[in-house]
């Protein structure tokens, strides 16, 4: 199947400081892209949901200018967590959605980011 | 690196009939959860395991981790129109990352 990496995949950083996550499709071009956060035991936490070449749309309660997400090409989205708190501390995990015939689609999850802001 | 494999991909089901998906590594596993997507929607976590020979129930669903926590299966029972979706497990790396399965999609027979 498809495989979708993140890199970092742990990542420790001071209060104030960006971090920036990548999520890349490896054997395949992602058309639309997603941005989870979760809690442990908890479900994904949609953030925000990105096109190749268009500004994401981020679901309410997100700040888009504090996750800002970048879909520059069809294998690559980066979300940055500018000025990251201690609250911002979370997994984050991407998905990338491949468009198959027709109007069929498949999604397919990365590993996932450990983000602890100290 | 660990691997998750989660079959089969697709099971069509009449409504009524049991379905079951099942997970395997071929590496001991410190835990293993289960989520469910429903059409267009986004994954929702259902259940996390972490004891050997585990066996959680949510009322016609039912999880088993194995014994030397390197499987681990969903079971429904009497399937209904809203259990339609693809249900995936995912399983803690050691590096807390998760390593999915590629999801097993319900398919209820009309």
């Known amino acids: 199947g498809a495989v979708v990496s993140q890199h970092p995949s742990w990542v420790i950083c001071k209060s104030g400081t960006s971090v920036k996550i990548e999520c890349r499709s490896l054997?395949?071009?992602?058309?639309?892209m997603f941005w989870y956060r979760q809690f442990p035991k908890q479900s994904l936490m949609l953030m925000a949901t990105?096109?190749?070449?268009?500004?994401?749309?981020?679901e309410q309660g997100v700040e888009k200018d504090k996750f800002l997400i970048n879909h520059a090409s069809l294998t690559l989205s980066t979300l940055t967590v500018t000025s990251a708190h201690p609250e911002d501390s979370s997994f984050y995990i991407c998905?990338?959605?491949?468009?198959?015939?027709?109007?069929?689609?498949?999604?397919?999850f990365g590993p996932g980011t450990r983000l602890t802001v100290l | 690196g660990q691997q998750v494999m989660q079959i089969p991909q697709y099971q069509h089901v009449q409504e009524g009939e049991d379905f079951t998906t099942y997970c395997n590594s071929s590496t001991t596993l410190s835990n293993i959860q289960w989520y469910k997507q429903r059409p267009g929607g986004h994954p929702v976590f259902l259940i996390q395991?972490?004891?050997s020979g585990e066996v959680k129930k949510q009322k016609r669903l039912t999880f088993q981790f194995g014994e030397a926590k390197k499987n681990s299966s969903l079971h429904i029972t009497a399937t209904q129109t809203t259990d339609v979706g693809t249900y995936f497990c995912?399983?803690?790396?050691?590096?807390?990352?998760?390593?999915w399965g590629a999801g097993t999609k319900l398919i209820i027979k009309p």
């Open positions: 998905s990338a959605r491949e468009r198959l015939a027709g109007v069929h689609y498949e999604q397919f």
């Open positions: 395991l972490v004891k």
């Open positions: 995912a399983a803690r790396g050691s590096n807390y990352q998760l390593i």
């Open positions: 054997d395949f071009q992602a058309t639309t």
């Open positions: 990105s096109n190749e070449g268009s500004k994401a749309t981020y």
